[in-house]
C-alpha cells in the first residue's frame, strides 16, 4: 500500500478500558518482573476484544506468571464489571487459604472500581497497575493474547461468536494443558505445575 500510495480510510479499533480516572490507580508493584518462584505469587489480568462480523465478545482471563497458566477467565458479549467479578471469583476458588498474590492489571475502569478493589483486600491480594498507556507493563498478558489471535482467531474465518466462544474454550484448554512451553523445559504449564508439586 505504501508503494502504490494507498492509505486506509478506516482504522481498526482496538479495545481500549481506560475511561479516566474512575477510583484509585495501584501503584506498579509487578514492575515488569514476569518471573514468579512459585505458584500464586504473581498474577496478570487483561481483556481482549474480538469482533466477528460486526459482533464483539470481550475474553478476560487470569494468568499465573509462574507457569502463564489461565487460571481463570469469563467471555461476555459486552465489556461488564459483573464479568470481571466473575473472572475473579472463580481465580479466588482456586486460590489456597495462605496465598498472597499480586494481581496486576492496566488501569482500565473495572481495576479501578471499589468493589473490585475491596474483594481484593479482603483476600489480602496485592493490586499492581501498568503505567498509563503503557502496555509493556503486562507485556505477559498481551503476549498470551498475540499467541491465542495467531494460533487460533486469525488461521479461521469464523461465522458467529457462540463458534468463536467454544475455539476459545477449546484452545484455553489446550494452551493450559497441551501446549509446549521450551521455558517451561518442554511442558505445558498444566504439566510444569504439577511436576513441581
Known amino acids: ?3 502504490c500510495g494507498l492509505k486506509s480510510l478506516v482504522r481498526r ?7 479516566g480516572q474512575q477510583g484509585k490507580i495501584a501503584r506498579n508493584l509487578l514492575n515488569r ?7 500464586n505469587q504473581k498474577w496478570v489480568t487483561d481483556v481482549t476484544e474480538f469482533n466477528v462480523s460486526g459482533k464483539k465478545l470481550y ?3 487470569i ?27 472463580m481465580a479466588l476458588k482456586k486460590l489456597p487459604e495462605k496465598s498472597r498474590p499480586i494481581l496486576h492489571s ?7 472500581m471499589k468493589g473490585y478493589q475491596q474483594r ?29 489471535k495467531s494460533e487460533m482467531f486469525h488461521l479461521k474465518k469464523f461465522t458467529s461468536i457462540e463458534t468463536l466462544k467454544k475455539n476459545i474454550v477449546n484452545y484455553i484448554h489446550y494452551y493450559n494443558n497441551d501446549r509446549i512451553k521450551q521455558k517451561l523445559n518442554g511442558l505445558s504449564p498444566v504439566q510444569y505445575r504439577t511436576q513441581a508439586a
Open 1 to 3: 500500500m505504501k508503494e
Open 13 to 19: 479499533k482496538k479495545y481500549k478500558s481506560y475511561k
Open 33 to 39: 518482573d514476569f518471573n514468579a518462584r512459585k505458584p
Open 59 to 61: 475474553l478476560s482471563p
Open 63 to 89: 494468568m499465573d506468571l509462574y507457569n502463564g497458566e489461565i487460571i481463570s477467565y469469563t467471555l461476555s458479549k459486552r465489556a461488564t464489571f459483573h464479568q470481571t467479578m466473575d473472572m475473579l471469583e
Open 106 to 112: 492496566d488501569q482500565g475502569w473495572q481495576y479501578q
Open 120 to 148: 481484593l483486600r479482603k483476600r489480602r491480594i496485592r493490586q499492581s497497575m501498568s503505567r498509563r498507556g503503557n502496555c509493556l507493563d503486562n507485556a505477559a498478558m498481551e503476549s498470551f493474547f498475540a499467541i491465542l
